[in-house]
């Protein structure tokens, strides 16, 4: 891919309620480095390709051992990156699908279990139709095992064709059997952002839930923050729990929502110059008093807004350690139709912390029982947000 040096013009993928989609990605226009030209009559091999993205473009120096594995599955096994992999060109055209906010699937935000995927929410779709619940656990899809699979394997097979059928066992508490559904796919809506009004002590507050960031987040968030600020609110709960991210571009201006001057992120690479992510210096709601909700499900593009806000003291970090998502990815078409995403940079938050496996710990510990129908967490960020309207 022909790339100019520090070229950020982030594209990332939205997976909208699959809970997955840990990675930011890109697309880049420019000169630099890239493969030699191939004459026709010798067309490139898929590993010879494979091995040239990865030499010019990887984040990190590569072991020529590596390099010199013989089969593309070797190569990558030896980088020992999660976020580097091989597309089909299904799944490219799957992954590029979910960035226009709509996938075809059942309607499930889903996280791995120790038998499964365990649902920490159905959204309205044909999942909560058929009668999955949040808290159960789908143990078989289509007569396989999850808890044998890969968790993003396991994404893809329940994913597929809209009007096709997908054959799910679940787990569910205090049932000895498992449960069987057949459920019908369709395309699934996913809206990035939904807000309520809600009671703190006598305060009005706003309750805004963000789950992704798609084009047009950022500026659907401050639509909604300053409606909200016209309706008298005194602060906001900003809700980030399984977030699988998005664009980079819009979790810098979602922070700048908020924080008036200053930086959201620094990123680099091995063939890419240090770059930093600054507010756009237009905040419209700087003093608005923030808590900000996060779990394990809270990645990349999430954790961006999340780190920004609280390195700034914007906000206070209310619920679970974060995923720790700090690597960048871009999607290099190969020759055969599908892709290569490859991990190209990091970003460190403004502090200048590296959250990779680490993720960023609430100063405010709550977690939410998924078997119960009741939101232990957010009941807790209630009261953390009205410790910060007291001491303002």
Known sequence: MRRAAGSFAAVAIVVGAFFLGF????????????APPVRAERPVRLIDQVRAELTSSYYRWIDPAVLA????DGILAGL?????????????????????????GIGLTVGPARRGLLVTSAHAGPAREAGIRKGDVIVRIDGKP???????????????????????????????????????????????ISSRLITVGKRRVAYIRVFSFPAGAAERLERTTTRLVEQGISGAILDLRDNPGGLLSQAVDAASIYIDDGIVCRTDGLHEEEHEYRVTGFATHPKLP??????????SAAEIVAGALVDHDRATLVGERTFGKASVQTLTPLRDGGALKLTTAKYVT???????????????VAADDPLTQRDEALRIARRALLKALRQA
């Open 350 to 364: 403004p502090a200048g912390a590296d959250i990779t496996d680490l993720g960023l710990e609430p100063s405010v």
């Open 146 to 192: 999850a808890g044998h699979l890969p968790f993003e394997r396991s994404l893809a097979l329940i994913k597929g064709e809209t009007g096709t059928l997908v054959r799910l066992a679940v787990r569910r508490p205090k049932k000895r059997k498992p449960l069987e559904f057949a459920v019908v796919r369709r395309e699934i809506a996913v809206p990035p």
């Open 23 to 34: 990675w930011l990605t890109r697309t880049e226009q420019g000169s630099g480095q890239s």
């Open 80 to 104: 020992d990156d999660p976020h580097t992999d091989l597309l089909t060109e299904a799944e490219l055209e799957s992954l590029q699908e979910r960035t226009h906010g709509t996938y075809s």
């Open 290 to 299: 923030l808590v900000v909700l996060v779990n394990g499900g809270s990645a």
């Open 69 to 72: 594995q013989p089969t593309v």
